[in-house]
């Protein structure tokens, strides 16, 4: 079993930045990749990014490329989500995600966090 929990969300207004963490603990040598995933009311879960501890392969959602970054620290079992530039349409629920492989569909992914909201203001 894989524990996520999820930090760092808030109201910020557009054009702001946030920083959200991710803190992986149980089996995480079993899930090397570690993703996030965001739900605003109404729509699909979207892929924002992903990224896999050995390696660093990373890989980002076309909407937020150039304004989110994704990095991790294997020691310290924690990824960090920059996120910057947000816009409005940026708001939903984000959701750190672990499974085994680095893909952009949720289904892939074996284990959730509860989610962190993130609101922009404009």
């Known amino acids: 079993q894989v524990h996520l929990e999820e930090s760092g969300g808030g109201l910020v207004q557009a054009g702001g930045s946030l920083r959200l963490s991710c803190a992986a603990s149980?089996?995480?040598?079993?899930?090397?990749?570690v993703g996030w995933f965001r739900q605003a009311p109404g729509k699909e879960r979207e892929f924002v990014a992903a990224?896999?501890?050995?390696?660093?392969?990373?890989d980002a959602g076309d909407s937020v490329k150039g304004r989110f970054s994704i990095s991790g620290d294997f020691a310290k079992n924690t990824v960090v989500l920059q996120v910057d530039r947000l816009k409005p349409g940026d708001t939903a629920n984000y959701y750190c995600?672990?499974?085994?492989?680095?893909?952009?569909?949720?289904?892939?992914?074996?284990?959730w966090g509860q989610g962190t909201q993130v609101t922009v203001s404009s």
């Open positions: 995600t672990a499974g085994s492989r680095l893909t952009r569909l949720p289904s892939e992914y074996d284990y």
């Open positions: 990224i896999n501890w050995f390696g660093g392969a990373t």
């Open positions: 149980g089996r995480t040598w079993s899930t090397p990749v």
